[in-house]
């Protein structure tokens, strides 16, 4: 017994001499928890998304645009001149995008879309290219593969169908509170799974379809993943610098990444009008005569 309890007096007389051998202390940055924070339910989510995407009929926005290509995986990035130009978007699907070349201020690019087929004319190259939304061959420059309902599904975030389920999880993020770099806030953030049951025999298969990032602090979605049919994520899309149209909530912000693609967009709204009358013919694109079309299958 004396053994025994000589051991274990000397093993606790030890013990912050090894713990202060064995431990390492390092400095991180402190954050601090956000000073509001809304809690919601999965049904006022949804209600909430759905509201905001319907109440967008139309959409006409000056905005810039900037491409960056390549990444990691290629070892070198390039980034493109920002392009000002127009968006153009009338439900349910027709968009358009005018892009303009910078200082001279004649067309770049011109592309719309009637959500099933698109159009896209290249002024400088005497370009054009028409076809599917749908990609079926991808092209080895990624942005070659960039289709209207890319930026559609981006831009204007859309609830559940009638027989889509929708799940929510809760996670936290830490962001910085852009007054001081150091200042860093952790929040509890929200996170809205789309899922389509499957069309096989086993209705308990499901796949995700996207998933919507919500802050807490003010219930505003800060990101989106969109899936494929094989389960990737197939396009992120970041949100920031919101704005009020009279009670709909805008980004002025959009980041958009296809991580397979090797690209990324960067529109940023400097004017935004929503639900003016939007007539046919903005949404009609004449290709010159002479111009190359290329028609995609």
């Not at 349910?92 to 879309?113: G, H, I, K, N």
């Not at 099933?116 to 593969?145: D, H, M």
């Not at 990032?213 to 396009?235: E, F, M, R, W």
């Not at 960067?266 to 004449?286: G, H, R, S, V």
Request: charge should be positive; charged fraction near 25%; hydrophobic fraction near 35%.
């Amino acid at each position: 017994m004396k053994i025994r309890k000589a051991f274990a007096l000397g093993a606790l007389a030890v013990a912050p001499a090894l713990t202060g051998c064995l431990s390492h202390t390092r400095i991180v940055p402190k954050t601090r928890m956000a000073d509001v924070i809304i809690s919601t339910s999965l049904e006022a989510m949804a209600k909430q998304i759905n509201s905001r995407y319907d109440s967008i009929k139309t959409f006409n926005a000056s905005v810039e645009i900037s491409a960056t290509t390549g990444g990691g995986l290629q070892g070198k990035e390039t980034q493109s001149l920002a392009f000002s130009g127009y968006i153009l978007m009338r439900k349910p699907e027709f968009l358009r995008v005018l892009l303009l070349l910078p200082v001279v201020r004649t067309q770049a690019l011109d592309m719309v879309s009637d959500g099933q087929n698109f159009k896209l004319y290249i002024p400088p190259r005497k370009r054009a290219i028409v076809g599917s939304n749908k990609l079926t061959t991808k092209s080895k420059n990624g942005l070659e593969n960039l289709r209207p309902e890319v930026i559609f599904d981006s831009m204007f975030i859309q609830g559940p169908d009638e027989n889509q389920i929708i799940s929510m999880t809760t996670d936290t993020r830490v962001i910085e509170s852009g007054k001081k770099k150091k200042d860093l806030i952790e929040e509890p953030a929200y996170a809205v799974q789309i899922l389509n049951k499957s069309e096989g025999s086993d209705t308990r298969e499901v796949k995700t379809i996207r998933v919507i990032h919500i802050n807490s602090t003010d219930l505003l979605p800060y990101q989106q993943d969109i899936y494929d049919a094989d389960g990737k994520v197939i396009t992120k899309a970041y949100y920031s610098d919101y704005h009020w149209y009279g009670h709909t909530p805008f980004p002025s912000k959009i980041i958009i990444e296809r991580p397979s693609d090797h690209y990324s967009l960067t529109i940023n709204i400097a004017k935004l009008t929503l639900n003016e009358n939007l007539d046919d013919d903005q949404f009609e694109l004449k290709i010159p005569e002479g111009v190359s079309v290329e028609t995609l299958k």
